[in-house]
């Protein structure tokens, strides 16, 4: 059935390194545009990172810059994105979600209409 399935978190230490990735079941990404988001206990949601579907444009919230990066594999029909020098921080639940497009600047979660069910990530020594 049509689903998004995020994999990759886990408990790393700060400094540390982790690739999500975020697969979609019974449909093709390559004609959506992809964001990533996260949200950790008592905050709100945050758009962390976005690419549109012809990869000529990405997206990264101030916070994650420099240290995260996008990519998409259309073969493995797979989103991932590599976080390096992780920060306690960065410490939450991490989901990918589909849209049509994206617009310039922060991402808005009104805007993604597909969401998988999340994965954990730890940063913690």
């Known amino acids: 059935h049509v689903q998004l399935v995020e994999s990759g978190g886990g408990l790393v230490q700060p400094g540390g390194s982790l690739r999500l990735s975020c697969t979609a079941s019974d449909f093709t990404l390559d004609y959506y545009a992809i964001g990533w988001f996260r949200q950790a206990p008592g905050k709100e949601r945050e758009g962390v990172s976005g690419i549109t579907s012809g990869d000529t444009y990405t997206y990264y919230a101030d916070s994650v810059k420099g240290r995260f990066t996008i990519s998409r594999d259309n073969a493995e029909n797979t989103i991932y994105l590599q976080m390096n020098s992780l920060k306690p921080e960065d410490t939450a639940v991490y989901y990918c979600?589909?849209?049509w497009g994206l617009g310039y600047g922060a991402l808005n979660a009104a805007d993604f209409s597909f969401w998988g069910q999340g994965t954990q990530v730890t940063v913690s020594s």
């Open positions: 979600a589909t849209a």
